[in-house]
């Protein structure tokens, strides 16, 4: 069959098509940032304190950007601590050395005058974000939000907002976090909760000595607001709400949703939402856009069911006070981070750092969420990865467990977006459950709430090559253990492994 020509001999079809290239090329941008990590003299309810922070704002610079940009942001850590930045909620497709999780994709930028360059591109997604340190407990002070708008030409899929505004609800220690997560590790206990939480790094004004510390948005009557709200606190699930407004959530974690109509949102630490105030909708459930452009493509067949229990655990520790400890596990196994950073070994080949045996069920069967088992408690400890088949796909139950207490836990999984098909309280039933399942239009989200004394289902294609990070997103149950990896195998085609590392991937 004959291809049509232009008149220079050019065939029309890759005119198109170098067309395109060139269009594209010329709406992506290079969004280029400085963090700088230094201390900083701050003042909250009449406390003064030197902490961590970017550039010396709490909190920290937002990164602005639109789908299809790349993002190139230096880090140069001038503290003494070691700092590594996650870049929350982005997939970091093939790129996992830009994740940032230490020992699991990188070792740590090391203090005084260390540096690295995160290097990634957004692409496929749109949003409200955000990025925070991930080591130890700096996150309370060392975060910030990203926000991807639509490329050029693309409107919202819902009413043109007047304005938009960050909201980042955290949490504020007139103490050294540092020292307050240590002084618990020491007793072997759950550390001091905070002094108080905080909009956009100020505390509200029902605290004491707070009059100068409150933040303030200016609205205009009969505007639309588009509220980009984050939790970044460490350890605390929070509620929010506009006294005497209805808001309309119409995003998740980045991923678009249908209307819903709502006086009041509830967000796990690392979950984002986004509402319209003053739009009015219909209540009903959370649940993904699912149109032409933005589908909701749930895995509906599954190649590997995996069941994780979650439980709290007491180890003996010869050097705590009272000899023993509070720690935390995934199906009866707390994690020990590693000397290197897990990709690093993964991609290089080195043995010893890792098994890729984490089990897909736990060890026993038992009443999940029946009375409290205070006996029995300790848990084995190992640095043990599960190897993922690339494109496979994959239904993982994070179950809660009766072990010293039942408990809500907001899990994060890196390099990828999930749909949470399914929740409810008690034991999960593989009998019953999945036939109340949404395949249809379920929420997209990057980390899913574990109700206390429940479990929550979630399905995701395993198509990111990598070692991508899993994980409570209380920073206490973190620091405790309750944490794993997927090893995810590259896959045959040239787009379907690991990218090589970058030239000044620190060194641990």
Known sequence: MAMASSRHGLPLVLSALLLAVLTLSAQADVKRYQFDIVMSNVSRLCHAKSMVTVNGSYPGPTIYAR??????????????????????????????????????????????GGSYTYDFNVTGQRGTLWWHAHVAWLRATVHGAIVVLPERGVPYPFPKPDAEAEIILGEWWHADVEAVEKQGRMLGMAPNMSDAHTINGKPGPLFPCSEKHTYVLQVQWGKTYLLRVINAAVNDELFFSIAGHTMTVVEIDATYTRPLAASTIQLSPGQ?????????????????????????????????????????????????????RLAASLNNITFVMPPVALL?????????????????????????????????????????????????????????????????????????????????????DPAKDPAKYNLVDPPERNTVGVPAGGWAAIRFRADNPGVWFLHCHLEVHTSWGLKMAFLLEDGDGPDESVLPPPKDLPKC
């Open 67 to 112: 789908e299809g940009d790349r993002v190139v942001v230096r880090v140069t850590n001038r503290v003494e601590h070691n700092v590594t930045i996650h870049w929350h909620g982005l997939k970091q497709r093939r790129n996992g050395w830009a994740d940032g999780p230490a020992y699991v994709t990188q070792c740590p930028i090391q203090g005084g």
């Open 272 to 324: 984002t939402t986004n509402v319209l105030v003053r739009a009015a909708q219909r209540p009903g459930r959370l649940r993904s856009l699912n149109s032409a452009r933005y589908p909701a493509d749930v895995p509906h067949a599954v190649d590997r069911h995996l069941l994780y229990t979650i439980g709290l655990n007491i180890d003996p520790c010869a050097s705590c006070l009272n000899g023993s």
């Open 344 to 428: 690093e070994a993964h991609y290089g080949g080195l043995r010893g750092v890792f098994a890729a045996d984490f089990p897909d069920r736990p060890p026993a069967r038992f009443n999940y969420t029946g009375v409290p088992l205070t006996s029995g408690l300790a848990a084995s400890l190992g640095t043990r990865l599960s190897k993922l088949a690339y494109n496979s796909s994959v239904e993982l139950v994070l179950q809660d467990t009766n072990l010293l207490s039942v408990e809500s836990h907001p899990f994060h999984l890196h390099g990828y977006n999930f749909f949470v098909v399914g929740r409810g309280l008690g034991n999960f």
